[in-house]
């Protein structure tokens, strides 16, 4: 019996690229994402589920109905930022309903990991229309893991590959399991 249902939804698939770049899409790179981060989940007596498993595109509605059925404690939603001007734009960024409660708390402490590994933390912003975020029951996220169109973020993101998964994995541990606090 697992302790926790965390469900990854690596954005977009099939005819949706999502955010595209030099022939780099952003529906690939957040697949193999998901995957790097779930395989670190799964040894921690989480159950991990994905929104999509290939390149095939699901509706927003499908994915936030995929885990209100599933009753997941947390969702996260994977994405890659893109600006109009291509290297205009660095660093991470993670999109809440709204910014208190435990999906802010994720959502922080998956962007302070990926500070560490040399990302910008552009912060947790507010966006209450996105479906995966207002039509989810459960606290949920979207991190923004760079902008596609930025070379340095790019750089980092193939470099540091293993690194930004160990981050994400290790900011949704860290919501689930808080360290104790210290002293008496
Ligand atoms: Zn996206």
Do not use: C
Request: no cysteine; glycine share 8%; hydrophobic share 40%.
């Amino acid at each position: 019996m697992a302790d926790y249902t965390i469900v990854l939804d690596p954005g977009h698939g099939g005819y949706n690229p999502g955010a595209t770049y030099n022939g780099r899409q952003e529906k690939d790179d957040v697949l193999s994402l998901a995957f790097a981060v779930g395989d670190i989940l799964k040894n921690y007596n989480i159950n991990v589920l994905y929104t999509r498993w290939d390149d095939t595109d699901r509706s927003v509605y499908q994915r936030a109905r995929d885990a209100n059925w599933a009753d997941a404690d947390y969702f996260v939603s994977l994405h890659r930022n893109s600006s109009p001007i291509p290297n205009t734009y660095s660093g991470v960024e993670t999109l809440v309903y709204n910014s208190f409660g435990p999906a802010a708390t994720l959502a922080d402490n998956i962007n302070t990991q990926l500070e560490k590994i040399g990302f910008q933390n552009l912060g947790v912003n507010e966006r209450p229309n996105l479906v995966v975020l207002n039509s989810t029951d459960m606290p949920a996220v979207l991190v923004e893991v760079g902008f596609i169109n930025t070379d340095a973020d790019n750089a980092l993101f193939d470099e540091r590959f293993y690194e930004i998964a160990n981050a994400i994995a290790d900011g949704i541990l860290m919501t689930l399991y808080p360290e104790p606090v210290s002293g008496i």
